[in-house]
């Protein structure tokens, strides 16, 4: 009869949150730019050229990469394919339901997708086979196995440390023909992309928003950056504005929250 | 029978033969009672009963829950009881039975988010529950922290006759309110909040065990009654 469509927050329990925070404080005792537990994975699936479980508090996900020769796009004949897919499992929330992908689902794939094209992460240069003809085509498929909030984040470590260590074919072109050779080689990734992920609860921003906390949030902001610390990608999301110094509020912590994550992908990953 | 036995029994399994009165989570089928539920089973005066150790919450008329509005509608207030069923708040339960959809604003009295302790008015299994807030202490609950157990333990934390309840509460000298399906309202001073929280996660995670009123009250200390 009812269908049930997001978590909705207890009112008292939110007026406690805000009041917390205030405070400098969380509801779950941890600092305003700590993550929750992060472990990463790999190699979980056998048959897949790369593959990452990444767990952040109760979220888990899961990315597979697939590689495989394809036709090149016809503005970019030399260069290779990426694409990243994500799908929310029906079983992964109360709020999840099967059937076509949900407004959010698509948002999730495309910003994933955006933070690691948009770093060069992957040199799609080194991917190009036969002009015009034949390249080699990435796919990063996630599923999210849990939902516990922060879905950006956690599918994003999921897909670069998939990708991290992938193994696919290498190719030789003979004659203007792709070939396959049995010698394995790496993917060739040049740069480690880490998203962070803030929810702005009251006036204060928090990284890793929980479930409860998204449900309280007037507005997020997920921001991508590379080695360098460079800001490669960003999403603003939910309704409401956010002031200039709130963005580079929000830039500083993503450049420094992602340098201790991406210590602990390289660790993870090598 | 003089003495009560009380066995674990799965679903599946045959608590007893004969005839007897039964209750909920059992199933008659020809002269045996047939456990539904992971639980211990107990045959007893009131002939074959249940208790399981598992399981969300299964409405029962006449039952106190504390709900969360999670919807408003034209008529009435859709509530998340903490179970596989949503609760209805009829707004002609709330505003009386001249409540008309087009003079009555259902937002100016439950909102999205609100708590409130409610009463199982009426559930049969083809429909949602029916709540109610007639009597005395029902509606919205305006302040307190939010704990929840499973549904199962929550005869446990009440204790026999509410001694349990009560040790907790005269011990931290904050109100605790327990509604059936477990979702649990403490309020009081914030160091006494915060010690009745553990006190109630500790009956959950310790329901089992036999000396549980003297675990409880040795974590709680001997602060008298009022006091931190």
Redesign the interface.
Known sequence: ??M?KNY???????A?MVQLLAEGKRMDERALDQLRPLTIETGVIQKANGSARVTLGNTQVIAGVKIATGIPFPDTPDKGILMVNAEILPMSSPYAEPGPPSEEAIELARVVDRGIRESEMVDLGKLGLVPGKTVIAVFVDCNIMNVDGNLFDATSYAVVSALRTAKMKKYVVKDDKAEATEEMVPVPVERTPVSVTLARIGDRLVVDPNTEEEASMDMRITITTDDDGNICASQKGEASTISPAQVLEAADTSIRVGKQIRAQIMESTK | MPMIERKQVIPGDVIAKGNYRYGSYVEKRGDEFIALRVGLAEVGRDGVKLNPLTGSYLPRADDEVIG????VNGFGW?V?INSCF?G?LPASFVFGREFSPSTHDLSSKF?????IGARIESFERSR?PQLSIRGHGYGK??????VKISPTKVPRLIGRRGAMINLISEKTGCDVRVGQNGVVVVTGPPEGVAKTVKAVKMVEEEAHAADLMAKVEGFLGGSSSGGS
Not at chain 1, 8 to 14: A, D, G, L, P, S
Not at chain 2, 111 to 115: K, N, T
């Open positions: 009869m009812s049930k909705v927050v207890e009112t008292i329990r939110k406690q | 969360k509005v999670v919807d859709v998340d949503d209805f909102r999205v988010g609100d708590m949602d609950i305006d302040s307190g922290e939010i």
